[in-house]
């Protein structure tokens, strides 16, 4: 027998715009749990999608960022982190 994942509900508000603009998708949650995953997956894994990092975090990230700088791509134009290590 398939193993049976312990499922959470969750509800939120949404403003008369959104709920209109949702209107006609026929499994809307569905289509909110593959848009939240897909936001996770472009989530920040330092500060966790906040935009802010804590006191502690700014020191790992500091410590980090000694050996490693953020670049822009020369063929796509999106920005990246590149290990300082690897070149010397």
């Known amino acids: ?5 312990r499922q959470e509900i969750i509800t939120f508000k949404v403003d008369e715009a959104l709920s209109r603009a949702m ?3 026929p499994n809307r949650s569905e289509f909110i749990r593959t848009a939240i995953l897909s936001a996770l997956q ?3 894994p330092l500060c966790r999608g906040t935009g802010i990092l ?3 975090q700014r020191l790992h990230w500091e410590e980090f960022a000694r050996s ?3 670049e822009k791509c020369h063929d796509c134009g999106s920005f990246h982190l ?3 290590a690897r070149e010397g």
Request: one cysteine or more.
């Open 23 to 25: 209107e006609g998708i």
């Open 54 to 56: 804590t006191p502690d």
């Open 82 to 84: 590149v290990c300082g």
């Open 42 to 44: 472009g989530t920040c």
């Open 68 to 70: 490693h700088t953020v």
């Open 1 to 5: 027998m398939a193993e049976r994942r």
